[in-house]
């Protein structure tokens, strides 16, 4: 079993969806999650942090299961420019941080 | 600009050639991380220093691969005889002493033939 696990999808949505992704991860002393947003061809930048009370930001809210350790990213009202891959981040216990292979999202007019 | 550079963005070499990669991180951090990332994947971790320490090194990183950051500021990736299966996009990323928060830098997208 992967480390950190995610549909790579892609997931095509219409303009104005609501679309969420899951991300799993196998080791329950994780500390630290984090999603991050890859345009093609460029670097991953970071979107948000996951606390465990979960956390949002506009149109992005992020959540936390510790229990099921999964974690997942909800984006409301998608835009086109919403497009791109999404990382999910997994700190182990140490600062070497483990991504998953993503999950692509396309927003359609 | 202050955020995390990387030099060359591309280069072309010939299976055999070593090449070398910079990288500058923002100023005010201490640890820097180098990853590799191929098509469909997500970055997948080298090796990281803090200041000028290397604290970790994948354990899947040949010995071809050998990186410095000698005075705790920018850092060097090199790679020796390279083989065709080295192609890849190779991020450098930044992040503070007591922070998970990573910012990467544009990359340097290899192409061995």
């Excluded at chain 1, 009370?53 to 959540?63: K, L, M, V």
Aim: neutral net charge.
């Amino acid at each position: 079993r992967k480390e950190v696990e995610q549909d790579p999808g892609p997931f095509n949505v219409p303009e104005g969806a609501t679309v969420a992704f899951n991300c799993t991860y196998s080791n329950s002393a994780s500390q630290s999650f984090f999603w991050y947003r890859q345009d093609c061809r460029k670097e991953p930048k970071l979107l948000m942090s996951v606390y465990s009370s979960g956390n949002e930001d506009g149109r992005f809210t992020a959540q936390l299961n510790r229990a099921s350790q999964y974690i997942s990213l909800l984006i409301r009202d998608s835009k086109l420019s919403d497009s791109a891959t999404y990382l999910c981040v997994v700190n182990q216990g140490s600062y070497i941080p483990t991504f998953g292979r993503g999950t692509s999202l396309i927003v359609h007019p | 600009d202050t955020g995390v550079s990387q030099d060359p963005r591309h280069k072309i070499t010939k299976r055999g050639q070593n090449v070398t990669f910079r990288c500058d991180p923002i100023s005010e951090h201490n640890r820097l991380y180098w990853y590799r990332q191929t098509l469909g994947q997500g970055p997948e971790f080298l090796t990281y220093f803090q200041n000028e320490a290397q604290l970790e090194k994948s354990r899947l990183l040949s010995d071809r691969f050998s990186a410095e950051r000698p005075k705790g500021s920018f850092s060097t990736l090199e790679i020796q005889r390279t083989e065709q299966g080295d192609s890849a996009m190779y991020l450098c990323a930044s992040s503070f002493l007591t922070s998970y928060e990573q910012y990467f830098g544009p990359g340097t997208r290899l192409t061995v033939t």
